[in-house]
């Protein structure tokens, strides 16, 4: 809304009112229903994935370690049983 004086002059740096989702005249994105769906399946692990989380399970690494006990696996044990 702009302001407008005696004058009739319109203020040109006035700006409308910010508009809010509430003000408009119907429901408009979002999902308002339900939807039917899957789970989505594994994908099949490549030859790489399989080399990479067998040798962190012989290393020892999992979830919660210890910054310090990684950094020791990953150049005591993962390093010389990926380059073989």
Do not use: E, W
């Not at 003000?23 to 939807?35: K, L, R, W």
């Not at 999992?62 to 006990?69: L, M, R």
């Amino acid at each position: 809304m702009a302001l407008v004086s005696i004058s009739n002059y319109t203020n040109p740096k006035s700006r409308p009112s910010r508009y809010k989702a509430r003000d408009a005249a119907y429901a408009v994105g979002g999902n308002a229903g339900f939807y039917i769906a899957a789970r989505p399946r594994p994908y099949p692990m490549t030859p790489q994935q399989k080399k990479v989380k067998s040798v962190a399970i012989d290393c020892g690494i999992k979830p919660g370690i210890s910054k310090a006990d990684l950094q020791r696996a990953m150049v005591d044990c993962v390093g010389p049983k990926m380059r073989k």
